[in-house]
């Protein structure tokens, strides 16, 4: 470990036998691409901070999504992760992670592919941790088809930009409350771990960041079918000012009477009703197609 670059964290105790992040960088001519989302974490206390908040790391399968460079990465494999399955699309970096794979050998697998297209949930063996500073432009599709697979997935550790991570954490009667809110909270407990400044990542992107866990629920919060739930609040929310009798006419005409059904008024808004009354409301709308018609 040869040390002495201040955004390398000063950690000079480290075993790895690998230069700093910004040599790495450096000696393979790698220059960050946009569109890719492409903000890399040089800073050690930070890659550490994640690594730790994902634990226990000695047991199953971590799988990390975009590792890039590895500043993450190698982390998670300092902090004592048994196994590391990493998902790259841009193959530049297939040789930098060739040499974390060489100093921890037998330990990282690197695939290289879209994440988008990979079933994270067959990777390995459980219980499964993602964890990940995420490239934003594919962040929340990620998330919920991860959502989707339930308890496949023991936690969630991932890096937003911070304006998502407050919609996932956001409660009824707030301006962030919204689909994504719903969906996070009733498939997951979700917690807000710390924010991170744009000056930590290189190049620095426009907005803050956090890093956000999701623990998947055994259950959701409350009973409901998850595609009806997803209509429900996307009708609910695509018109937010609207009241619910009207925006909510999409998905069925017989709206307003639903809402009275399950003692919601039909003047309300979206952001008014709590997750529970959302639940409520999709098994209502279940039930009047029928359990198999579409909705
Ligand atoms: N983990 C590294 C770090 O913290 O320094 C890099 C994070 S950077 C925000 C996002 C990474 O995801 C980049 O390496 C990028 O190439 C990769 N990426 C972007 N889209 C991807 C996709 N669809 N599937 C897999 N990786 C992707």
């Known amino acids: 470990m040869t040390g002495g670059d201040p955004t390398d964290g000063g950690d000079k105790a480290r075993a790895l036998p690998l230069p700093p992040l910004r040599e790495v960088i450096a000696k393979h001519g790698l220059s960050a691409n946009r569109a890719l989302g492409q903000n890399f974490l040089f800073d050690l206390n930070l890659t550490g901070r994640i690594a730790r908040a994902a634990a226990p790391l000695d047991v199953g399968t971590v799988i990390e999504i975009g590792p890039g460079p590895g500043g993450l990465t190698r982390a998670l494999l300092d902090h004592g992760a048994r196994k590391v399955i990493v998902i790259e699309r841009d193959r530049r970096f297939l040789p ?3 040499e974390i794979d060489a100093a921890y050998p037998g330990r990282l697998s690197v695939i290289e592919g879209d994440a988008l297209k990979v079933d994270a949930a067959k990777l390995g063996d459980g219980p499964r941790r993602i964890v990940a500073n995420l490239p934003y432009n594919v962040a929340t599709p990620l998330l919920m088809a991860w959502l989707e697979a339930g308890t496949t997935f023991a936690s969630l550790t991932l890096m937003f930009q911070k304006e998502v991570a407050d919609r996932l954490l956001a409660k009824p009667r707030t301006k962030d409350y919204g689909r994504l809110s719903i969906a996070a909270q009733w498939r997951a407990d979700v917690k807000r771990l710390f924010d991170v400044p744009p000056r930590a990542f290189t190049p620095p992107p426009k907005v803050t960041s956090t890093v956000v866990q999701l623990v998947p629920r055994a259950e959701p919060l409350y009973p409901a079918d998850g595609k009806v739930l997803e209509k429900v609040t ?15 006419r999409q998905v069925s005409p017989q709206a307003e009477e639903i809402l009275v059904e399950v003692g919601i008024a039909p003047t309300a808004r ?12 999709a098994r209502a709308f279940k039930a009047r197609r029928g359990p198999t018609a579409p909705l």
């Open 96 to 98: 930098v992670l060739a």
């Open 234 to 248: 996307a009708a609910a929310f695509g018109q937010r000012r609207k009241m619910l009798r009207q925006s909510l």
């Open 270 to 281: 979206g952001e008014e009703l709590s997750i529970e009354q959302f639940c409520a409301l």
